[in-house]
């Protein structure tokens, strides 16, 4: 399961009801934080999710309505927060101006908090048994940008019936052949994992795109994905302004998704020009599938459901989200 909370889904300025671009990603024990612009903590607070194991922050590129948050937060955090380190991720070029703002911030001292600073480039960034996340490049004017794709690995289920019938005993044994692993039985019979692991499903997948100046370079990252986000700043009346910005159009974020066969798209990052409706109308022409997302949006994507989308304020503590 992952779910895709928005804080902050307004361009370049934040407007009354839309703040300036954040995201977050949940997935399992981790939490990801994607940019964070002004006042993004603030909204972190208001959604409920609060600052525990915020430590991942991933950038998609360097450009201020996207960073300008993160001295206030590391702020916070060396302050008030039981949070050592902060891992902020990104290209060579925004994390060098995150370091400049950081200087500001905290002057010629240190932080009260580590930042370690990760130099992402295209590739897997962290790999484990279920989950891998990975860096792609996007093109978004000058800065060199960068779009996530959050991927649960493919499965085989375990098949208690088969074991059982096998005499395989509950306990680690089965963790061994769920993990591929070939075990001897106490009566000195091997045991392959494929003698209890079912057929093969693939996981889920979440990709997430910031500020895009073209979309026809980016079919083959989007492919199949299951949730597609991407910005959004304008609609086709203003195409030549969106080119002359590096930034999309509804209708070319919509042809994205269908050109790649996605699940749905969710849009952000939406010009202040705009109301939701006009861009959904200009998107959902072309690829029925979309929203347009809103601050506080949470969009649940679970195996075998139609996606779900909830207002994150509205969780009860204790809930996955919080956990
Ligand atoms: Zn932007
Ligand atoms: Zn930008």
């Not at 950081?102 to 932080?111: H, I, L, P, S, T």
């Not at 989950?131 to 996530?148: D, I, N, S």
């Not at 980016?218 to 994905?225: D, I, K, M, W």
């Amino acid at each position: 399961m992952f779910e895709l909370v928005f804080l902050g889904t307004s361009a370049s300025a934040p407007s009354v009801q839309r703040g300036l671009s954040a995201a977050m990603v949940l997935h399992r024990e981790y939490r990801f934080l994607i940019d964070c612009g002004e006042g993004t903590q603030r909204q972190i607070l208001r959604s409920g999710l609060g600052f525990k194991r915020l430590e991942r922050i991933l950038l998609t590129h360097g450009h201020l309505d996207h960073i300008l948050g993160l001295g206030g937060l590391a702020s916070t955090f060396g302050r008030w927060e039981a949070i050592e380190e902060m891992a902020i991720w990104g290209g060579a070029g925004a994390l060098g101006r995150v370091r400049e703002l950081m200087r500001v911030v905290f002057g010629a001292g240190e932080a009260n908090i580590r930042i370690a600073y990760r130099t992402v480039t295209p590739g897997v960034l962290q790999d484990d048994e279920l989950f891998r996340l990975r860096a792609f490049p996007v093109e978004h004017r000058r800065t060199e940008a960068f779009g996530y794709s959050f991927e649960e690995k493919p499965r085989r289920p375990f098949l208690p019936e088969r074991a059982e019938a096998l005499g395989v005993p509950a306990g680690p044994i089965r963790r061994e052949l769920v993990n591929g692993r070939a075990v001897t039985l106490a009566d000195g019979r091997s045991i392959r994992p494929d003698e209890v692991l079912g057929e093969e499903t693939r996981g889920l997948r979440l990709v997430f795109i910031g500020d895009a100046g073209r979309v026809d370079n980016l079919v083959a990252e989007a492919a199949g994905a299951d949730l597609l986000a991407i910005e959004a700043t304008y609609t086709e009346e203003e195409r030549d302004v969106a080119a002359a910005f590096g930034h999309l159009t509804a209708s070319q974020a919509a042809w994205l998704a269908r050109e790649a066969g996605v699940g749905h798209l969710v849009l952000h990052h939406i010009s202040r020009r705009y109301n939701s409706k006009q861009i959904l109308d200009e998107a959902a022409a072309v690829f029925p599938g979309t929203s347009v997302a809103r601050d506080f949006d949470l969009f649940r994507l679970v195996k075998g459901k139609p996606l779900e989308r909830v207002d994150v304020r509205e969780r009860a503590e204790g809930d996955a989200v919080t956990r």
